[in-house]
């Protein structure tokens, strides 16, 4: 079974650049959510859809990141302009549904350094 | 509020057992889960406890919940240098039951 999809792996970009990252979550699941990881820190939920539509993005810096599934099977996440303390590693994740018990996929992350 | 927290180093030697701890604050915690990440990978799920279980065995891991002391440990035995990872502690609580992670514990191990 393929796992979650993320591209780019790695991305350096300029501070107010923006950048676009990826995600193809497992067939068949129908949660995913994006995850912030900044290095030494434990995984931020910066947003969850359920199909395409959106259940959680409370912690989302709306003025500079978007994201969007539409279609209910792929996603992207925007930052625009991104910011220094935007360098970490932006994880998807995915799963079957919203019980405790349906385990939470991730993949292996798309890495960003702004300089 | 709801926090989970970890000790952020742990060093064993090959074959010993390893034990790391957890504790959180959200009495309404359903799941609690342990996750390992090795060095530029993902996120990878070892093992989950229900709350009102008090452990689970699952080969070389063991999981012991401490419910009234909000306590939660993970112990692998025999713990070999391919375990070398970091493991997150991860409860799922609150209305939303959106997955509360705690930092990470960085283990080592030495030949």
């Known amino acids: 079974e393929a796992g979650v999809a993320q591209s780019p792996r790695y991305k350096i970009i300029e501070k107010r650049q923006s950048v676009a990252f990826w995600c193809n979550p497992i067939?068949?699941?129908?949660?995913l959510y994006w995850y912030q990881q900044i290095l030494g820190q434990g995984p931020k939920l910066l947003i969850q859809f359920q199909n395409n539509g959106v259940v959680d993005d409370s912690q989302l810096p709306k003025d500079r990141f978007s994201a969007e599934r539409l279609k209910g099977v792929d996603s992207t996440l925007k930052i625009q302009p991104a910011k220094l303390e935007d360098s970490a590693v932006y994880l998807c994740?995915?799963?079957w549904g919203r019980g405790a018990l349906n385990t939470i996929y991730f993949g292996e992350g798309s890495w960003l350094t702004v300089v | 509020g709801e926090d989970v927290e970890q000790s952020l180093f742990l060093s064993v030697r090959e074959g010993d057992s390893s034990v790391i701890n957890c504790t959180y604050t959200d009495s309404s915690s359903t799941y609690l889960y342990w996750y390992k990440q090795e060095p530029g990978a993902g996120l990878q799920l070892l093992t989950y406890i229900f709350s009102n279980m008090d452990m689970k065995q699952d080969q070389r891991l063991t999981v012991l919940l401490n419910k009234k002391d909000k306590h939660l440990s993970l112990r692998i035995a025999d713990t070999q240098t391919g375990d070398s990872a970091i493991y997150f502690c991860a409860e799922k609580a609150g209305n939303n039951r959106k997955l509360i992670w705690g930092l990470g514990t960085s283990l080592a191990v030495n030949p």
């Open positions: 994740a995915s799963t």
């Open positions: 067939s068949g699941h129908a949660t």
